[in-house]
């Protein structure tokens, strides 16, 4: 992704962060807040467990995966010494880490993995949500690590490390029928939802830049935490389009009934990846060892397919990789 995800309103708001159902109140999805305080914690074993009584929303069962002791004793003991691999995460990121129906319990096929990795350390599993900006300034102190649909960038390269997971583009979305024709191509003047920190937020400056050096009308950008914000503020008119990784967009138009779609083509396909803490190289090759044992042994691509994802997936997990 690029960054991006959160929860929070006091008014009813489409979300995308529900399996069967199109509105919800923002305030039941009050799992994530801007100091990213609040946590959610997975069992470890079997996705959507903790919580199963009261939410209908499950991913992969990863109870039957089995501990690989050779993989396990490369992580140090920062990471291993408490038992628990915490996971830093964005949860208004459906289908990659959203709220289950009980606004608490994190789902989706990020916290599937996440919870599969930790499985292979034989490690629990503990998901912490927080806003999407937070993760990356405290991957190695607050969390072990981070897996949150994070673009690889450059930028992002000189604060922490990366393992490539899984690749996805960008995607425009718009109302049903465009009403308020916009054309990508001209943004200037338009109403443009973005999530913070996120690569989509930074092309929009960009393209605004260019709408100042041309003496055009200024683009209004209308950046938010949490990535469910977005895509309400587009569906209730407040926006005229908004810009996501394709996996995000394509989620929230199906939860969204007919209220949106997207708009031409998904652009700048690239690898998204787990943070880690930059010069942890132990931990690293102990998460891309334990991502290319799910890839190869068949799990990863279990998990993709449970959230319909399977286009996004990857057969190499690599340690920063290069980017343009």
């Given amino acids: 992704m690029s960054y991006s995800k959160g929860i929070r309103r006091n008014l009813r708001s489409i979300a995308a962060a529900t399996l069967g159902a199109a509105m919800i109140f923002a305030t039941a999805a009050c799992g994530t807040t801007d100091t990213g305080d609040t946590s959610a914690s997975g069992s470890g074993s079997s996705s959507g467990d903790s919580g199963s009584s009261s939410s209908t929303t499950k991913g992969f069962d990863t109870s039957s995966i089995q501990k690989d002791d050779a993989i396990a004793a490369l992580l140090p003991d920062s990471v291993a010494g408490d038992g628990t691999l915490t996971v830093g995460t964005d949860t208004s990121y459906a289908p990659a880490e959203f709220l289950a129906e009980d606004g608490k319990t994190p789902v989706g096929f990020d916290v599937d993995l996440s919870k599969a990795l930790a499985a292979v350390f034989g490690l629990k599993e503990e998901t912490v949500s927080s806003t999407f900006d937070s993760i990356i300034p405290s991957v190695g102190s607050k969390y072990d690590i981070g897996i949150s649909s994070f673009t690889v960038t450059k930028e992002r390269m000189d604060a922490v490390d990366f393992v490539t997971y899984f690749k996805a583009g960008s995607t425009w979305v718009v109302k049903k029928g465009n009403p308020d024709n916009v054309d990508t191509s001209n943004l200037c003047g338009v109403k443009v939802a973005v999530q913070t920190g996120t690569t989509q937020e930074e092309e929009v400056n960009k393209a605004n830049e260019q709408c100042k050096a041309d003496g055009k009308s200024e683009i209004e950008i209308q950046s938010s935490k949490l990535q469910t914000d977005v895509t309400t503020a587009v569906a209730s008119g407040k926006a005229s389009i908004f810009y996501a990784d394709s996996p995000v967009a394509g989620y929230a138009i199906s939860q969204t009934g007919d209220t949106l779609e997207t708009l031409g083509d998904d652009t700048g396909v690239t690898p998204e990846a787990v943070a880690i803490k930059k010069g942890d ?44």
């Fill in 281 to 324: 190289s132990a931990t690293a090759e102990a998460v891309q060892k334990a991502m290319q044992k799910l890839m190869d042994d068949g799990t990863y691509a279990k998990i993709l397919d449970t959230w319909g994802v399977s286009s996004g997936a990857i057969d190499k997990a690599e340690i920063n990789p290069s980017v343009d």
